[in-house]
Nanobody
Framework: VQLQASGGGLVQSGGYLRLSCADSGRTLSRYYTAWFRQAPGKEREFVAGINWSGDSTDYADAVKDRCTASRDNAKSTVYLQMNSLKPEDTAVYYC??????????????????WGQGTLVTVSS
């Protein structure tokens, strides 16, 4: 699994972005895939996750009404649609993958594969 995150950028408060996480190894359909974010001076935190088939998702409380995770296994890509963005959403967003599902999905230490991160900046 070789993950490449993209889609970050500068957006005004209330705006939207769609992040993409592509796997050049084209095996992402076998993995539970999650998005994490890390703001300056803060720990990496879980944002959203999606299972292999895409019919089950998990969200952090801070984003659950504003974000949607989806995937296209034919393209070996996972997406994160983020709406109604707030300045506090500013962070580097990472995608990560692991080969199993459990209730530890929000723990970054349980993921074996990571993308390089994409910066999201939300201006007020």
């Amino acid at each position: 699994v070789q993950l490449q995150a993209s889609g970050g950028g500068l957006v005004q408060s209330g705006g939207y972005l769609r992040l993409s996480c592509a796997d050049s190894g084209r095996t992402l359909s076998r993995y539970y895939t999650a998005w994490f974010r890390q703001a300056p001076g803060k720990e990496r935190e879980f944002v959203a996750g999606i299972n292999w088939s895409g019919d089950s998702t998990d969200y952090a409380d801070a984003v659950k009404d504003r974000c949607t995770a989806s995937r296209d296994n034919a393209k070996s890509t996972v997406y994160l649609q983020m709406n109604s963005l707030k300045p506090e959403d500013t962070a580097v967003y990472y995608c990560a993958a692991r080969s199993y599902y459990s209730n530890t999905y929000s723990s970054p230490r349980t993921y074996s594969y990571w993308g390089q991160g994409t910066l999201v900046t939300v201006s007020s």
